[in-house]
C-alpha cells in the first residue's frame, strides 16, 4: 500500500543542524517533496527532489534520498527559531499519477 | 498574487447541518484538490480534481460531495455533519496532470468544528 511515515517530534538547539527523516513504501515514486506548515497556515513547498537524484542542495537545506532503501532526509544547516514548523514529508505517486501522499508531519522545535 | 483562497476560515457546526467551503486559484492550475488534517494523521486525500469537468474520490470520500464549478473553483460540501468530520480542511491547486513536477499550493484552510 502506499504509505509515508516520519517521526512526529524533533527538538534542537538553535544553530545546531536538524535531520529530519521519512521512508516511503511506493517505488513508482517520481518526485518527493518537503512542505512547511506554521501555525495556522497552510503548507508551503520547501524544496523537492526527482527520483532520479541523491542529493539536493539549496542553501541551508540538503536533501538526501535512498531510493534503493525508500528513506529520504531533510537537513537544516545552523537551524534557528524561525524554523520551528511542522514538516511534511510527501510523495508524488507513479507515472502520471495526481495523487500526492502525505506524512503525519514532524514537529520541529528550536530551543534558543 | 492571491494564490490559493478558502472561504470561510472557521466555522462552527450543529450536527446534520450541511454546508459549503469554497476555494478558488488564480494560478490558471489545471489539478485541484481537498485534504483534511487531523492531529498525527498528516493530510488525508479527500477528492481530487485533475481537470475541469472531472472529479474523483480520495482516500476518505464519505460524507462529502465536490464541484469542479470552473478551472478556477473547486467546491467541498457536507450535507450533514457529523462530530468525525472536525478537522482542518485545505484547498490546494498544481500544474498536473502529467509526469512532471507538480507541487501543491496550499490555501490557509479552514478550521471546521462540528458539536
Known amino acids: 500500500g502506499e504509505d509515508v511515515e516520519q517521526s512526529l517530534f524533533l527538538s534542537v538547539r538553535e544553530g545546531d543542524s536538524s535531520v529530519i527523516n521519512c521512508t516511503y513504501t511506493?517505488?513508482?515514486?517520481?518526485?518527493l517533496y518537503w512542505y512547511k506548515q506554521e501555525p495556522g497556515a497552510g503548507l508551503q513547498l520547501l524544496t523537492y527532489?526527482?527520483?532520479?537524484?541523491d542529493m539536493k542542495q539549496d542553501q541551508r537545506l540538503t536533501v538526501l534520498l535512498n531510493k534503493k532503501d525508500k528513506h529520504l532526509s531533510l537537513r537544516i544547516a545552523d537551524t534557528q527559531t524561525g524554523d520551528s514548523a511542522i514538516y511534511f514529508c510527501?510523495?508524488?505517486?507513479?507515472?502520471?499519477?495526481?495523487?500526492?501522499?502525505f506524512g503525519a508531519g514532524t514537529r520541529l522545535f528550536v530551543k534558543a | 498574487n492571491a494564490g490559493v483562497t478558502q472561504t470561510p476560515k472557521f466555522q462552527v457546526l450543529k450536527t446534520g447541518q450541511s454546508m459549503t467551503l469554497q476555494c478558488a486559484q488564480d494560478m490558471n492550475h489545471n489539478s485541484m484538490y481537498w485534504y483534511r488534517q487531523d492531529p498525527g494523521m498528516g493530510l488525508r486525500l479527500i477528492y481530487y480534481?485533475?481537470?475541469?469537468?472531472?472529479?474523483d474520490k480520495g482516500e476518505v470520500p464519505n460524507g462529502y460531495n465536490v464541484s469542479r464549478l470552473n478551472k478556477r473553483e473547486f467546491s467541498l460540501r457536507l450535507e450533514s455533519a457529523a462530530p468525525s468530520q472536525t478537522s482542518v480542511y485545505f484547498c490546494?491547486?498544481?500544474?498536473?496532470?502529467?509526469?512532471?513536477?507538480?507541487?501543491?499550493?496550499f490555501g490557509n484552510g479552514t478550521r471546521l468544528t462540528v458539536t
Open positions: 511506493d517505488s513508482s515514486s517520481t518526485y
Open positions: 527532489i526527482f527520483s532520479n537524484m
Open positions: 490546494a491547486s498544481s500544474e498536473g496532470p502529467g509526469d512532471g513536477n507538480s507541487p501543491l499550493h
Open positions: 480534481s485533475a481537470s475541469e469537468g472531472t472529479t
Open positions: 510527501a510523495e508524488r505517486m507513479g507515472t502520471g499519477g495526481f495523487k500526492t501522499i
